[in-house]
């Protein structure tokens, strides 16, 4: 691995360098909130960039790059074929980047059959991940097997020194993206280093004290024998269904497959899907497993923090805090899984 | 009666996806022998949006297939012992491949027992075939209906009442399963009951499904996806869940 340095200044430059490897989206400041923006080249002040940087994961989770909401997989008679064109992607944090190689990539590339879309977009997109100087109260990746920086599995990382931002190249298409800038990135300084380290160690500070215990680290049983359907009803007593925390989630992976006729044809289309839907289990006839609302809500917590920890060693939960910010009802899933 | 191009060949126990043009797919489970490879027979019944389109289709018109997915029954570990076939209702349709894929090497088993449960004699499946398989040898039938007519000789009453007095002892044996959830409970409950080790009662879940091989998620039934762990699982692998049956 190597570290660049990036002056402050530059992160307009920096931006429009990137956009040489593809379509570029950066995290622009909306609200209080983060949200990815497409690179345009306009005139938008470093500082401003800067700070859109330093906040936590944009409010999109990470995956809307990679799966769509709704797409088109196959059609039928005639034939189509996808041209999926390099992306960079500035400002995924750890809680992301891992959502994609923990989670997505086990469901997507992995078993009897890899998702060629997903594949593809994987092979092409260059994601540039962001350290979180200053993570949030509804953070909470340092209890979930995470970091509030990421030294591995984005292609490049951005990390706030002393004076500007410390560029680690973490992969061959990170090498490749920084090539193409020639010597527009430049030799970093020691203190800059230094100064980076303090920021990381302050941020797991922050982050411990948010969160002050781990989890039980025998969740998967918890999970299993809660079977108490007043346990799960009493999570959700505040819960008014409006399935945003599942929606935003970078971890959901489910989808539904559905037809529909072009012209003469048909066309299969794969659309995300959400458990909390009350048609989800619903089998032919219409008996339906996963009829009442306190099912699916434990089906939701057996996906992430049993099924998964016990089929790849990983919950399928990053800590991103976005279900947590995003909830009508004020729910914090933190405060469930204690109470497991 | 399907004629897949290129022709699919299946093992026992796996499914398809069948599509009904412009409306969807659904899985269904082959009920015709799986050494026929030209042609494929499914047995349908009509409950909603898909199975009801599939009944409008005529002779010579053209569906979209895809599979097979899902893990074959462990057929030679039957090899020398008695294997015992309990189905529910048209939960027999996918037991028809297994009982045939069977046939086709009847005397590897001790003796195939194919029992099977109906709600009356009217809705039988496969009636006319049942008198053919009773005269094999190495084959033994029982049926029960849960209400009879007048013309009814056989056992009336829930199908489990055929697992009284098995010919066979248990650990001699295997059972497999398949019909509405209930069934299978009380299926499941006696059969452990007579002494079935949990790894010797084959059931076959059958859960929502999309896409088939464990990506959608729909399937899930504790750790295991039904589409590419099953559909047909082993009670071992998830008595420690609340109701399976469900
Ligand atoms: C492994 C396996 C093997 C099977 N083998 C057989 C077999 O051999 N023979 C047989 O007859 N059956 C078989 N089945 C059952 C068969 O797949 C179902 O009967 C079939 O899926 C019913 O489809 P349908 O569209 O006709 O029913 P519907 O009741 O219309 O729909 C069922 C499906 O559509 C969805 N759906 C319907 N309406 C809505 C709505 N308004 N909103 C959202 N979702 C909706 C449901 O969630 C469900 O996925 C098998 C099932 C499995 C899993
Ligand atoms: S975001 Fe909150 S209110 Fe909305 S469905 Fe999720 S738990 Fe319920
Ligand atoms: S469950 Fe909540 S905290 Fe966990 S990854 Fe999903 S949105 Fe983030
Ligand atoms: S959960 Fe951790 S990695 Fe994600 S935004 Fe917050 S501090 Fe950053
Ligand atoms: S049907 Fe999609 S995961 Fe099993």
């Known amino acids: ?340 | 009666m399907l004629e897949p191009k290129p022709a699919l060949s299946f093992h026992a126990g796996q499914f398809i996806e069948l599509t009904a043009p412009g409306v969807g797919e659904a899985p269904f489970t082959p009920s015709s022998s799986p050494y026929v490879e030209e042609s494929m027979e499914v047995t349908i019944m009509k409950v909603g949006r898909v199975t009801s389109k599939l009944f409008d289709v005529r002779p010579g018109d053209t569906l979209a297939v895809r599979g097979p997915y899902g893990v074959p029954y462990e057929t030679d570990r039957y090899e020398g012992r008695h294997v015992l076939i309990v189905g529910g209702g048209v939960g027999l349709a996918p037991l028809r491949s297994l009982f045939l894929a069977l046939l086709h090497n009847v005397s590897a088993y001790k003796k195939i027992h194919l029992y099977y449960g109906a709600r009356t004699p009217k809705d039988i499946v496969y009636d006319r075939l049942f008198k053919e398989w009773g005269k094999i040898k190495n084959v033994e039938i029982r049926r029960s209906v849960d209400v009879g007519d007048k013309n009814w000789k056989e056992k009336v009453g829930v199908v489990t009442v055929l697992l009284d007095n098995l010919p066979f002892k248990p650990k001699d044996g295997l059972a497999v399963a398949c019909g509405p959830p209930v069934m299978m409970k009380f299926v499941t409950k006696r059969l452990l009951e007579l002494g079935f080790a949990d790894e010797d009662i084959y059931l076959s879940m059958e859960k929502n499904m999309s896409c088939g091989f464990g990506k959608c998620g729909h399937c899930r039934l504790g750790e295991l996806f039904c589409c590419k762990d099953g559909p047909v699982i082993t009670w071992d692998r998830i008595k420690h869940l609340e109701d399976p049956f469900v």
């Not at chain 1, 797409?71 to 041209?83: G, H, M, N, Y």
């Not at chain 1, 390099?86 to 997505?104: F, H, M, N, T, Y």
């Not at chain 1, 280093?193 to 411990?208: F, G, S, V």
């Open chain 1, 1 to 340: 691995m190597r570290s660049l340095f990036l002056p402050l200044a530059s992160i307009p430059a920096f931006y429009t360098q990137l956009a040489k490897y593809g379509e570029t989206y950066h995290p622009r400041v909306l609200d209080s909130h983060a949200i990815y923006e497409l690179w345009r080249e306009e005139e938008i002040a470093a500082e401003e960039l800067h700070q859109a940087l330093k906040m936590v994961r944009p409010v999109e989770p990470l995956k809307e790059f990679f799966l769509r909401s709704r797409e088109r997989v196959a059609s039928f008679p005639q034939l189509f074929s996808k041209d999926i064109k390099p992306k960079v992607i500035v400002g995924a944090k750890d809680c992301d980047i891992r959502s994609l190689i923990e989670i997505q990539d086990n469901v997507y590339l992995k078993g009897v059959l890899e998702d060629p879309f997903y594949k593809e977009r994987r092979e092409k997109y260059l994601v540039v991940t962001v350290d979180c100087p200053e993570p949030a109260d509804t953070c909470f990746c340092l209890r979930i097997g995470g970091k509030p920086y990421s030294v591995w599995g984005g292609d490049l990382n951005l990390s706030f020194g002393e004076e500007g931002i410390i560029v680690d190249v973490l992969s061959a298409k990170g090498e490749e993206a920084v090539e193409k800038m020639g010597d527009f990135l430049k030799e970093v300084d020691k203190k800059e280093i230094k100064k980076r380290d303090k920021h990381r160690t302050d941020a797991e500070r922050r982050l411990a004290k948010v969160n002050p215990d781990e989890f039980a680290p025998d969740l998967p049983d918890r999970i299993e024998h809660q079977l108490d359907t007043t346990f799960w009803a009493k999570a959700l007593a505040n819960c008014v269904d409006c399935q945003a925390c599942e929606r935003i989630c970078p971890t959901c992976y489910c989808f539904l497959l559905y037809d529909i006729p072009v012209g003469k044809g048909v066309e299969r289309v794969k659309v995300l899907d959400w458990c909390y839907h009350a048609a989800y289990g619903r089998v032919g006839g219409g008996v339906n497993p996963l009829a009442h609302f306190s099912h699916r809500l434990r089906n939701r917590f057996e996906c992430k923090f049993m099924a998964f920890p016990r089929n790849f060693k990983v919950s399928a939960c990053t800590g991103c805090g976005r279900c947590i910010a995003g909830c009508t009802g004020k729910i914090d899933i933190r405060e469930v899984l204690r109470a497991l």
